[in-house]
């Protein structure tokens, strides 16, 4: 056990190494790189992927996959800024109407995952293509716009002069944090995700697990299309795409295994951070579009390579 | 209950004689732009009693490729081609006409365009031009510019990016000081210019490629404070893009007519399956859209 622990503290340190590198090489490229106003951009531009991001972490800790998640980004997006126009519902319902049509994407994904026993990439990789259609044919192919100014400021306002997305964020980091590490349902996502076969037969309900991990990250689905949509102040049936490779990618950063029973929050928000990082340096060093993606590419590699080294 | 059902469905289309049957494969119905031409092309085809047999290829070549080759199974009278990709989508073209079928190609274009019996669309480059010289104008010539491109690759990227440039050539003391793509999409828009507004460098004008990414672009300099400081103009004549140039936050748009293309489009398919003569090159002209004109 003690042992295991310094495991973990190594990989925890090699990821962190690898993003004190990125920092270090970013801030002595680009002069704008840390001044606050740039690391509010990073912070903002993170926390829709950041949000995601711990739905998933949730999934793979339980050998799951989500590839639904830019699609019901989208189509969250859609319903919510739907019922967003100004005068017409308070804020409260486009929220819940979002929440809720991710929670109810995320709860079919996991209740036929668990009763059905579909393999999570089959169920998820339908319910991608489902939820993307379900979302062109709710809006005709159209963005939803002209949305409320209350709507618009869930994505572009301030508290305590940091973005709301981002205090988002956070509250989510520690509502996840404290579900996983801190209760016993996170104590039965971690076991049935090592070995649902005896996870089952220690009494743990795997099926119930399954169903309220893959809920949750729907619900938080949910809560990123509708901070996305209104951070650009329409909602687009095309948004959301390929945020679930940056979601993914952010959680194997952060060290949380794809074969299941391994992984932190903390872990997945270093990911999460460097692929932010990265973007966001890439634009201010004005790397070529080409370039970028080849660039991104292997510092994902290097910084799970630098993981995998430290956790052996 | 299915002969219920059956009736129903049969009673619904009572027996409507049409004059023509044209297949239509889109590039991609999940683009406003194309849902435009389809809603042009849908309505005139009604007022002509043209029967639409539609299809989506949703942003790739192939699936256009055999959807053509299911037109020809179902033995339509003239086939509309929006193609997807320069090269992937010029097969259709090659094999329409080795079946001997009548085929219009509507906005993008085909390496092969020469042997589509017509091609209606307009020309990017103007697009290009049109946006830079509007630019260059405003600022008599001088100053720093951000340019927002399409995906890499696309035809319109390609073309929209040449015009620009060769209006630019001429203005030495306009310098494009970023350069990237934000893949038709508002949100890469709004984070590109937050991440290069951050940089501090001062500039005068973005040009985007099409309006969601100048809307993106327009949302994070308002966010700065500095909407009187640079100039935004964008491409296409989006809705939300003509209120934001009523409102001041963008200086212009590009208007590229789709109802236009659409229309034209399907005339001269009816036209070439009725064995007449038609043009073969026919562009719709874009159209620069300022506060001044917009309610034209």
């Not at chain 1, 950041?50 to 339980?62: C, D, E, P, Q, R």
């Not at chain 1, 319902?93 to 009763?115: E, R, Y």
């Not at chain 1, 697990?209 to 990250?217: G, N, R, S």
């Not at chain 2, 059956?6 to 239509?24: A, D, E, F, K, W």
Request: charge should be positive; glycine fraction near 10%; aromatic fraction near 6%.
């Amino acid at each position: 056990m003690k042992q295991k622990q310094i495991f973990q503290y190594l990989s925890r340190y090699g990821i962190l190494v690898a993003f004190l590198i990125l920092i270090l090489l970013l801030s002595l490229l680009s002069p704008a790189f840390l001044k606050t106003t740039n690391i509010m951009n990073i912070l903002r531009q993170t926390s829709v992927n950041g949000i995601v991001a711990v739905g998933m972490t949730f999934v793979i800790i339980l050998a799951g996959i989500d590839l639904s998640v830019g699609s019901v980004i989208a189509l969250a997006a859609v319903i919510a800024a739907s019922f967003a126009h100004s005068g017409d519902y308070p804020l409260i319902v486009p929220v819940f109407a979002g929440l809720a049509v991710g929670g109810l994407c995320g709860f079919l994904n996991g209740f036929v995952i668990a009763k059905r026993k579909i393999a999570p990439f089959i169920m998820t990789l339908a319910m991608m293509t489902i939820a993307r259609g379900a979302a062109l044919v709710y809006t005709n192919g159209r963005p939803v716009i002209e949305l409320s100014d209350s709507y618009n400021k869930i994505g572009g306002s301030y508290f305590l002069g940091i973005p709301l997305p981002v205090i988002i964020f956070i509250i989510i980091i520690f509502i996840g944090w404290v579900l996983l590490s801190k209760t016993v349902f996170g104590r039965h996502v971690y076991a049935t995700g090592g070995n649902t076969t005896a996870a089952a037969l220690s009494g743990i309900k795997t099926g119930k697990i399954t169903i309220w991990v893959y809920t949750l990250a729907g619900i938080l689905s949910g809560l990123a299309g509708i901070v996305l949509s209104s951070r650009v102040m329409s909602g687009s049936p095309a948004t959301g795409q390929g945020y679930e490779l940056d979601a993914i990618a952010a959680v194997v950063i952060g060290g949380t295994r794809l074969t299941g029973g391994v992984g932190t929050i903390f872990g997945t928000i270093v990911g999460v951070l460097i692929i932010g990082v990265m973007n966001n340096g890439l634009d201010l060093l004005n790397v070529s579009s080409y370039w970028q993606l080849v660039v991104k590419g292997i510092i994902i590699l290097l910084a799970v390579v630098l993981e995998k080294k430290n956790s052996r | 209950m299915i002969v219920i059902i059956l009736s129903l469905c049969c009673n619904r289309h009572p027996s409507v004689q049409y004059s023509h049957t044209i297949g239509v494969t889109y590039q991609n119905l999940q683009n406003e732009f194309v849902i435009n031409i389809q809603d042009a092309m849908r309505n005139r085809a009604k007022e002509l009693n043209v029967k639409l047999i539609e299809v989506d290829g949703q942003g790739k070549a192939e699936n256009q490729i055999s959807q053509v080759e299911n037109f020809l199974a179902l033995d339509v009278d003239a086939i509309i081609l929006n193609p997807f990709d320069r090269y992937g989508s010029a097969p259709v073209v090659s094999i329409a006409k080795r079946e001997g079928k009548p085929i219009v190609v509507v906005n993008a274009v085909v390496v092969n365009l020469d042997k589509a019996d017509a091609y209606v669309g307009s020309n990017d480059q103007e697009a290009g031009r049109i946006a830079a010289t509007y630019i260059s104008q405003l600022l008599k010539g001088k100053g720093d510019l951000a340019l927002i491109r399409g995906p890499n690759g696309h035809s319109a990227e390609i073309q929209r990016t040449e015009g620009i440039l060769e209006i630019l050539k001429g203005y030495p003391d306009l310098k494009i000081i970023f350069d990237q793509s934000g893949n038709w999409d508002r949100t890469q828009g709004l984070e590109l210019m937050e991440n290069w507004l951050s940089t501090g460098k001062p500039l005068q004008a973005v040009i985007a490629q099409n309006d969601e990414m100048a809307l993106g672009a327009q949302k994070a300099i308002e966010a700065a404070g500095k909407q009187n400081d640079i100039l935004v103009i964008g491409i296409d004549a989006i809705p939300d893009a003509l209120r934001a140039v009523k409102d001041g936050k963008l200086c212009a748009t590009v208007f590229q007519d789709a109802r236009g293309q659409g229309i034209l489009a399907l005339e001269l398919a009816v036209k070439l399956s009725e064995g007449k003569r038609v043009d073969h090159t026919n562009y719709i002209p874009f159209q620069l859209i300022t506060k001044e004109n917009l309610n034209k």
